[in-house]
C-alpha cells in the first residue's frame, strides 16, 4: 500500500506574470496548500519552490523550498507534523532568508 498524494498540477502561461496575491484570489478553496514555481524558482540555482499554508483562516508565512527537500517538506505538512510556519522560523533562524535548505 503506497501513500497517497492527491496534486493538482497547474501549467498555464496565462499565469505567468500572476502576483501571489492575485493567484490567491483565484484559488480553490478546497486547496489546503500552493505550491508556485515562479519566476525565482525557474531562475535560481537551487530552484526554491514557494510553498504557501492555505489551510488556516489567516495563512501563514510562506517559505520557499530547495527542490532537494522538497519531498519531506510535503510529506510533513501534509501529515501535520511540521507547518509551514514551523519551516520558515527554522530557515530563519538558521540565516537562510525565507529559504528552508534542511535541519542542521
Do not use: K, W
Not at 515562479?38 to 495563512?59: K, N, V, W
Not at 501534509?78 to 535548505?101: K, L, M, P, Q, W
Amino acid at each position: 500500500m503506497g501513500i497517497e498524494v492527491f496534486v493538482e498540477i497547474i501549467d498555464d502561461p496565462v499565469y505567468r506574470d500572476v502576483t501571489v496575491e492575485q493567484f490567491l484570489e483565484l484559488e480553490d478553496a478546497d486547496t489546503a496548500y500552493v505550491m508556485l514555481a515562479d519566476r525565482e524558482t525557474m531562475t535560481g540555482a537551487e530552484h526554491p519552490i514557494l510553498f504557501l499554508d492555505l489551510f488556516e483562516e489567516q495563512p501563514s508565512p510562506t517559505v520557499r523550498v530547495v527542490s532537494s527537500e522538497l519531498c519531506d517538506v510535503v510529506t510533513n505538512v501534509d501529515n501535520a507534523n511540521i507547518t509551514i510556519e514551523d519551516y520558515a522560523r527554522a530557515a530563519e533562524e538558521a540565516g537562510e532568508v525565507g529559504v528552508f535548505r534542511g535541519f542542521a
